[in-house]
C-alpha cells in the first residue's frame, strides 16, 4: 500500500483571494484588518494612477505603523495559506486586541487588487521585501512550483508595514467613483463608535486618491479621516448599556424626539433563552438607535444635519443617507463582522416582526445598531471561513434572542410615547371646540354695545329701566343659541366617539388581516406541494413521500386551528353577533378555562386560587364575552409566569367583591407583572401594542371592548409584585 500527499494547485492561491471575497471593497477592508491586528494607531490607504509604456497602471498603497514582520514570521506564517498562528494567539502582541484574522486567508485579499504586490515590513529595525507575481500562481502547476522573492536589509526605520499593489489597466477599471464611495462607507461601518472601545486604544484610518480618477469631481485627488457621519448621533430613540453572561440586562432609554433629551435607566431585568436551540454567549454590548421616518421628524433630521455638517441636504438625500447607514452590525474588537449590519441583510429578522405588527414594532430602515461580542473562546460565536457572517449555532441563537429582548424595551417606550403625542393632539381639538362655545366674553362685548346704543334710542324711560329690560331679552335669545349650540356639540362629541371606536376596530382588522395572511399565505404554498407529492407517492409508493405529506398536514392542522383562534378573536367585536344577555355563573366560567388549560397550568407549576365569598357568582351579562376575556387573561397570565423561572409558586387568583351595588372581579398573578408607565397610559390597550416578542396587541384590546358591551370596564392595577387586572361591572343584576 502506498502513501501520497496533497499536492495543491498554485492557483488555489489565487482562488482564495478571488472567491472568497466577494467584492474589491471587501479586499481592503481584510487587509486594514491585518494592520489592526499588527496593533497600528495609524493606517493610510492611497490610491493613485500612473503610466508605464503604453497603458495605465494602477497603484495602491496600505500602509501602518504597526510592529511588523521579521523573517521568520514571514516564511513560517506569512506564507502559509491557513495558518493557525493567529488562531493560537488570540490576542494581539502589544495592545491585547481581540484579533481579526484567525483563518490566515485575509492577505490574500491582494489578489483581487493588482497583478503584483510588494510588500516591505519593518521589525526591529530589519526591513523585509517581499516580491509576489499573483500570475505565477496560475502558470505553475503546483503551489511547490511558485517562488517569491525576498530581501532584508538593516535600516533606521520605526516598525511598520508597506503594501504596494500593482496593476494593469483592467484592475484599474474595477475602480470608480461608485465603488470609491462604497469603500468609504464601508470602512466607516467598519469601526464601531462605541467610546470605550477607541478612547484608550487609537486606530485611525487616513483615505486618499492622489491623481486617481480624472473624471471624478470627489475622488481624482481626495483626502479624509475615515469617521461614522453624525446622523448616527441625531437618533429619536436610543437604548443602550450591555447583557451580562447570565442574561441580565442592564440598560438605559433616551428619547431625544422633544426639545429636551429624556433618559431613563431600566430597572436590570434577566432574559430567559429557550435552553433547547439558545444558549447565552457571553458579555453583550448594545447600542441601538432608532429614527422616525414620518415626514416631521425627517425635516427635522435635515435641519440637525445641515447645521453640523457643513453640507447643504435636501430630505431625499436625508433619507438616502440613513438608509446607507440603517441595519443593525456585529462588532467584535471593534470591527464589524460583515455581512451583519449590510443592506439586506436582516439576521435579525425586523422587517418581518414590523409585518406583523407595523404600529409597534420597528424596521430594517429604522434602525442604526451597534452590538458587541467578545471573542470566539468567550461568547462561542464563530466566523464562518468564507467571511461571510457567524456560523448559526444555539450561541448565535441566543445572541438573536437577547438583542430582540433589549429592543422590545425600546419599542415599547417608542410606542408609548408616540401614542401619548397622538393623545395631546386629540386633547387639543376638544379644547378648541370648547373654546368655539364660550360666549361670555362675546356676551359682554355685546352688551356694552348695546348699551351705547340704548341711550340714543331711548327717551320715554329711564337708561337704569331700559337697560334692565333689553339685558333680560338678550340674555333669554343668548341662552337659547348656547343651548341649541351645547346640543350641537354634544353630538359631535358621539360622533367622534363612534369614530374613535371604528379607529379601534380598523386598528384591530389591520393587525389580524396582518396575522391572517401569514396563516393563510402557508397553506396556499404547502399545500399544492402536498398534492404534487401524494401524487407521487400513489405512483412510486416511496414512504418518504408519504411521511412528508403526513408531517405537513400535521402542521397544516396547526395552522387552520390558530386561524380560526385569529377569527374568534374578531367575532365579539361584531355588532351583528352580540349575544343575548343572560345570567353567567363567573364560578362555572373560570372552572371550565382552568380545564382548557389544565396540562400547561400543570407542566408549568401554576395554580388557579378562586377566593370567592360565594361558592358561585351570578352577573347579567353576555356569556360569550365573559368566557373569551377570562380565557384571555388566564392566557396572559400563564405566559408571563412560564417565563419567570425563579418563581417555584405560581399562581393566578381570582376574587369577586359587591362594594355599593358594583360587582368587582380581580384578577392578579405573581409573574413579573406590567410596568407601571403602561399602565398609567393604558398603552396595553392600545390595538397593537404587544410586550410579548411575537404579541399581536388584541387579546386585551378586544376585551377590554367586550367589557365595555357589557356596561363594564376592564382596568389595569399596579402592583409591586405581579399583574393585577380588574373587571368593573355597574348598574347591572348582580345575584
Partial sequence: ????????????????????????????????????DADAENIEINFSKYLEGDGEKISIEIKDDGHGMDLETIKNAWLVPATSNKLKMQKSRIKNRPLQGRKGIGRYAVAILGNYLQMETVHDKIKTIVYVRWDDFEKEEYLEDVRVEVETLSVKEPNGTLLRIIGDKDYYDLWNDKELHKLEKELRKLVSPFQYDVKEDKFEIKFKTTDFLEGSNIYNNYETIIEPLPIVDMYNYRLFGFITEQGVAHLNFENSSMDVKQHEVIEPFKINLDSAKEKYCGKIDIDLRVFDLDTASLESLQQKLTKTVDLTFNRREVTSKLKELTGVGIYRGGFRIRPHGDKGFDWLGLDSRRVQNPSLRIGVDQIIGFVSIQPEEFSRLEEKSARDGLKENFYYGGLNSQVLAALQELETRRFTFRRSIDQKKSKTIYNQMENLFDFSEFQNKISKSIERKFDEVSKGKSKEDATQEFYKLFNKSLLEIKKEKEKEYKEIKQIIALYQGQATLGSITTVVLHEGRKHTSWHSNTLPRVLEWLKEFQKEREEYLLNRSIDRLGKANEETIALIELFDKLDPLTITKKGKVTEVNLSEIIEHIERVFQSELLENNISIIKDFKKEEVFLKGIEKDFRMVFTNLIENSIHWLKLDCENENRYIRFSAEVIDGSLFIDVIDNGPGIKKEFIEN???????????????????????????????????????????LRIEMEDIEIE
Fill in 682 to 724: 393604558e398603552a396595553i390597550f392600545t390595538p397593537g401594542f404587544s410586550a410579548k416578542e411575537s404579541g399581536t396587541g388584541l387579546g386585551l384590546a378586544i376585551s377590554g371592548e367586550a367589557i365595555k358591551r357589557n356596561n363594564g370596564k376592564l382596568k389595569a392595577l399596579y402592583a409591586d409584585k405581579g399583574a393585577h
Fill in 1 to 36: 500500500m502506498q502513501e501520497l500527499s496533497l499536492r495543491p494547485a498554485a492557483r488555489m492561491i489565487t482562488t482564495i483571494g478571488k472567491d472568497l471575497i466577494k467584492d474589491v471593497p471587501a479586499s481592503i477592508v481584510e487587509l486594514v484588518k491585518n494592520s489592526y
